[in-house]
């Protein structure tokens, strides 16, 4: 299944569930804070009046539909691109932010404009483009957003990596961590090229929600140029900033207005120095979105990451590892299969999304695997 299609469905589901709770004299408050009235709802529009307005205005329940599926995918938009569904994108926000009730915060970015994200984290299974059968493992537990590399990408000269992951989420990382790490590790390996690299994401720019930036690990400015390059090509990179770097590199990123920005060189920190600098980056900027790349251990839900991405899931049954609801990494019950295993794991990522539900203590029947129940206590 398109994963996109889902989207739309549950944006349908959302929207047709709020149309039904419309009671008589219903307000909401529009982005700006201004309170509006609903006068009356059809079978495809909604009709609102402003509390200072004399005329009424509508609200296509189509392009309502549209909006909150955008926003489902994306998980974060601005008023700005809601324009694209109504000139009365403020209130289209506000209906937005009432549909989705607690799940969605609301902030005014640097430059002024205001941005919806929803609450909660996604996770980017991390390994997909290596190995295609767990791809359609993943899609049976309803698993869709996935993080693929060019560094591993570059080589698959027939693309085939497009047929296994047509219709699904994706991530584009430009791999410069892994070639820094086989660099590191004495191996002769090709370099990533910031050319290579802008030629490939025009070649494929359609199957990706977004691509991050050609980071130089250790050299804030070699990795400046290497965005400025791409931006300069069209291209809009998500920028990658170090922990340990200067602060005035963030704030630059966050001057920009990102959707999001990417959380990177902490790989190679222990459990304590990650903390540090984790804790001081949420106390000094904790309001924007972030993408912690390589996503895992403690910070994974000790901080309020956007998204996150990790390979645990996706591989650790193969080595008789579990996540915990707490984001720890144990050993399975003896009785467990791989199978027992993988599907708890993709369950346990999906809840990260699930904002009002993520990680109960609960019983969990993988789909795979619905005559036996695998509990943890």
């Known amino acids: 299944m398109n994963v996109f299609k889902s989207f739309d469905k549950k944006a349908g589901d959302l929207e047709k569930k709020f149309v039904r709770s419309i009671k008589e004299n219903s307000f909401f408050l529009t982005g700006n804070g201004a309170k509006n009235f609903i006068l009356g709802v059809t079978k495809d529009r909604i009709l609102v009046r402003s509390k200072r307005g004399k005329k009424p205005y509508e609200i296509t329940r189509k392009r309502l539909r549209l909006a909150i599926s955008q926003l489902l995918w994306k998980r974060t938009m601005t008023r700005k691109e809601l324009e694209a569904h109504s000139k009365f994108s403020s209130a289209l926000m506000g209906l937005v932010r009432l549909i989705c009730k607690n799940l969605a915060k609301l902030r005014k970015t640097a430059k002024g404009l205001l941005r919806i994200t929803l609450k909660g984290k996604r996770c980017y299974h991390a390994g997909a483009d290596r190995i295609v059968n767990d791809v359609h493992r993943a899609a049976e537990a309803?698993?869709?957003?996935?993080?693929?590399?060019?560094?591993?990408?570059?080589?698959?000269?027939?693309?085939?990596?497009?047929?296994?992951?047509?219709?699904?989420?994706?991530?584009?990382?430009?791999?410069?961590?892994?070639?820094?790490?086989?660099?590191?590790?004495?191996?002769?390996?090709?370099?990533?090229?910031?050319?290579?690299?802008?030629?490939?994401?025009?070649?494929?720019?359609?199957?990706?929600?977004?691509?991050?930036?050609?980071?130089?690990?250790?050299d804030f400015e070699a990795s400046a140029r290497n965005e400025a390059y791409l931006r300069a090509e069209g291209l809009n990179p998500i920028p990658i900033y170090h922990v340990g770097e200067e602060y005035k590199a963030l704030e630059r990123m966050i001057s920009e207005d990102h959707p999001f920005i990417g959380i990177g060189g902490a790989a190679m920190l222990s459990q304590e120095e990650r903390k540090v600098k984790f804790d001081d980056l949420f106390n000094l900027y904790g309001e924007h979105n972030y993408h912690f790349l390589g996503g895992g251990g403690d910070a994974l839900l000790q901080y309020d990451w956007f998204s996150v991405d990790n390979s645990f899931p996706l591989k650790a049954g193969r080595f008789g590892k579990i996540l915990t609801p707490k984001g720890q990494q144990i050993k399975a019950p003896k009785e467990w299969t791989e199978e027992d295993m993988f599907f708890y794991n993709m369950h346990r990522s999906r809840e990260l999304e699930e904002y009002d539900e993520q990680f109960k203590l609960d019983i969990l029947v993988p789909p795979a695997v619905p005559k036996k129940q695998l509990a943890l206590f």
């Open 142 to 218: 309803g698993v869709e957003c996935f993080l693929v590399n060019f560094f591993f990408l570059r080589d698959d000269k027939s693309a085939n990596w497009t047929r296994h992951l047509k219709g699904k989420l994706l991530l584009l990382d430009s791999g410069a961590f892994q070639h820094w790490r086989a660099v590191e590790e004495g191996q002769e390996i090709k370099p990533v090229t910031v050319e290579e690299y802008c030629a490939f994401i025009k070649r494929f720019e359609k199957y990706f929600i977004a691509y991050f930036n050609l980071d130089v690990v250790g």
